[in-house]
């Protein structure tokens, strides 16, 4: 059966005879890793028949009206060297224009909504202005206060240290601008939960929403492709309640912290290094890149830095830098350097810094994680345009020659580090042997 020929995939189709679960969890940020990580894992709570989710986008509309053409349903194509398979996920029951705060509003002023998960991206959580995600949650947790609906649980879903709190701290301070007393609610009635999240999620292809159509009999133009492994930690209170993640596989524990930076340092630094030494040595994607010797190098070299400051028996650090190899060398998880490359700022003072600032604490060079920062350097001195939130800064500092414009750029990512004279030497002649070898076998 032709693509043109197929029918097109919505909850008749997928689920047939079976109702819509009711709206009780509210997200922010619709895209491909939220469907599959928090909506797949909903999917698959045992009590999933009583949680729907309302899913608003970020920054444009989208997603979801290509999803609401579906009815919220959309396909995860789990991708692995064994083969494709493909399920169906139906925890999405409405998708939104994050622009429609109306709605927002009216679904948080509802008492049968008890959970609001977030993936806005590092970014978002500094982020200012009325239209912002969060200080679109904070309006829509007024008319719940005005509403008298009861607590609930808001929860982070970003690539953050300490996200709960980064979130807890965001919101606090716009509602306490707005209005005192919706920030004294805020502070009786919000719990905010921390967590780490890990779901490999390249960009779908039109060639993965043609695979869909000819191996499931169906169109679905809102098709995510991921890798096999998933993984979700939690900390922290649902005061109204919340699906039985756990039946999916979710781990709920009293200290998230050694999780979260066992997740941070070890894979999402892993990812920065991969992307910036990679692309700077032609690389398109993480197995591309970790095949180079040069970058597979660099990894290990940082990782062992970084695991002298993880402890406890329970992260099983080894078994952990085994299965990202094996996750990492997945040649059919197509994971894009130029996705993984952007926020350079902001991801590189949570993924190296700590690090670095931790090994020269203890009289160490810190060349592992160093080498992050330069492989970075090296990519935004070759690249006339980067995405990322001081873009105007990064092109203002590489108006400067030598140890001074690598000093100028460090200062972006930490100021207090581009003051160490000795670190910008070690940082500046790392990025020229990066820069000296472009050209890969």
Known sequence: MSDHQSPRLDR???????????????????????????AWYTHHAGDAADWGIAAFTGRRPTAAEILAAQDGVFTVVERSGAGDSFEAIGSIVEA????????????????????VTLTITEVAYAAIGDETPLARLVTALAARKDADAGPIAV??????????????????????????????????????????????????????????????????????????FHNWILSGDFPGGRPRWEDAGAVF????????????WLLNGAHSILAYSGLVRGHATVAEALADDLCRA??????????????????DIPGYR??????????????????????????????SVPVLTAERA???????????????????????ECQDPLAHEIKT?????????????????????????????????????????????
């Not at 509210?26 to 599959?36: D, E, N, P, T, Y």
């Not at 939104?96 to 959970?115: F, H, I, K, N, S």
């Not at 460090?410 to 990066?434: T, W």
């Open 12 to 38: 008749s189709t997928a689920f047939a005879g079976q109702p819509a679960p009711p709206v009780r969890m509210v997200h922010l940020g619709l895209g491909a890793f939220h469907r599959s990580h928090q």
């Open 96 to 115: 939104v224009d994050g622009a429609d705060v109306g709605r927002l509003a009216e679904l948080l002023a509802a008492p049968t909504t008890a959970v």
């Open 155 to 228: 929860v982070s879903c970003d690539n953050l240290a300490e996200n709960g709190t980064v979130a807890r701290k965001a919101v606090q301070a716009i509602a306490d601008a707005a209005d005192p007393a919706l920030g004294q609610w805020i502070r009786a009635n919000v719990s905010f939960v921390g967590t780490s999240v890990d779901r490999i999620t390249p960009r779908t292809t039109p060639e993965d929403v043609l695979e869909v159509a000819e191996q499931c009999g169906y169109r679905d133009e809102a098709v995510v492709v991921a890798e096999p």
């Open 253 to 264: 524990v009293d200290d998230i912290e050694p999780y979260e930076n066992r997740k941070l």
């Open 298 to 315: 660099a990894v290990e070299a940082f990782w062992d830095e970084a695991s002298r400051h993880l402890s406890g028996e329970s992260l």
């Open 322 to 351: 085994q299965a990202l190899l094996e996750r990492f060398g997945n040649s059919r998880i197509a994971h894009h350097l130029t996705q993984i490359a952007m926020d350079g700022t902001t991801k590189l003072r949570m993924r």
């Open 362 to 384: 203890q009289g160490r060079s810190g060349s592992g994680a160093a080498r992050m920062i330069a492989a970075w350097v090296a990519y935004v001195s070759a690249t006339e």
């Open 397 to 441: 500092a590489k108006t400067h020659d030598g140890e001074h414009r690598t000093a100028a750029l460090l200062a972006l990512v930490s100021p207090g580090l581009a003051e160490d004279s000795a670190l910008v030497s070690l940082i500046h002649g790392q990025q020229e042997a990066i820069s000296a070898a472009r050209t890969h076998a």
